[in-house]
């Protein structure tokens, strides 16, 4: 699998020509999902996000808690001396990037196969989940593992999950609604300003 520890290992120039390709977008911009996020964050109305996502587009649509359970294409560090370097440092290196300090091989903070998730980030995102008093999961099909198994540990009874398709947590949810994220929560903003 091209986005594997094992793969990174043994054929770096591939993985990197890959990950320079696919996963790093620097033009890419917050959604009106992630801007209505960081408002509802800003209101007070927001404890936490928890995101499988590797863009770190809820931080530049302006969200402060952000638990990032696959890392982020915005954050390299040396494999060596652990010195850290941007994407755009990243895109603006050919084929494998090495430190500039000690020559050692970058590495991206990002979670491949076979590898774990980072226990701080983890921990910081089943305390928020169990401890929150509404439970919103929204522009997920829920199948992606360990994450998906982060809704089972919510102890509240205000589950709502907002995906376009059906979910196998639909029964348990106490609101559904199957359209786009971004239009949902825009409409969410509207209304909480209209009061």
Same mark, same amino acid.
């Given at each position: 699998?091209?986005?594997?520890?094992?793969f990174?290992?043994?054929?770096?120039?591939?993985?990197?020509? #890959?990950?320079?390709?696919?996963?790093?977008?620097?033009?890419?911009?917050?959604?009106?999902?992630? #801007?209505?996020?960081?408002?509802?964050?800003?209101?007070g109305?927001?404890?936490?996000?928890?995101?499988?996502?590797?863009?770190?587009?809820h931080?530049?649509?302006?969200?402060?808690?952000?638990?990032?359970l696959?890392?982020?294409v915005?954050r390299?560090?040396?494999?060596?001396?652990?010195?850290? #370097?941007?994407?755009?440092?990243?895109?603006?290196?050919?084929?494998v990037?090495?430190?500039?300090?000690?020559?050692? $091989?970058?590495k991206?903070?990002?979670?491949?196969?076979e590898?774990?998730?980072?226990?701080?980030?983890?921990?910081?995102?089943?305390?928020?989940?169990?401890?929150?008093?509404?439970?919103? $999961?929204?522009?997920?099909?829920?199948?992606?593992y360990?994450?998906?198994?982060? $809704?089972?540990?919510?102890?509240?009874?205000?589950?709502?999950?907002?995906?376009?398709?059906?979910?196998? #947590?639909?029964?348990q949810?106490?609101?559904v609604?199957?359209?786009?994220?971004?239009?949902?929560?825009?409409e969410?903003?509207?209304?909480l300003k209209n009061?």
């Amino acid at each position: 699998m091209l986005i594997s520890r094992t793969f990174f290992d043994r054929n770096k120039e591939i993985f990197f020509d #890959y990950y320079k390709k696919n996963l790093i977008c620097l033009d890419a911009k917050p959604n009106p999902a992630h #801007y209505a996020l960081a408002e509802l964050e800003e209101m007070g109305k927001l404890k936490a996000v928890v995101t499988q996502n590797i863009d770190g587009l809820h931080q530049l649509a302006g969200n402060k808690k952000v638990y990032e359970l696959h890392g982020s294409v915005h954050r390299n560090y040396c494999m060596k001396c652990h010195s850290f #370097y941007s994407a755009e440092d990243i895109m603006a290196m050919d084929g494998v990037p090495h430190c500039s300090k000690c020559g050692g $091989v970058i590495k991206p903070d990002v979670v491949l196969y076979e590898e774990g998730l980072d226990d701080a980030t983890w921990n910081g995102a089943y305390s928020a989940i169990r401890s929150a008093d509404v439970l919103i $999961v929204g522009g997920t099909s829920l199948v992606v593992y360990p994450a998906a198994g982060l $809704v089972g540990i919510y102890r509240g009874n205000k589950l709502v999950l907002i995906n376009k398709s059906a979910t196998s #947590y639909d029964t348990q949810a106490s609101l559904v609604i199957n359209d786009k994220i971004g239009i949902v929560l825009s409409e969410v903003m509207k209304q909480l300003k209209n009061k």
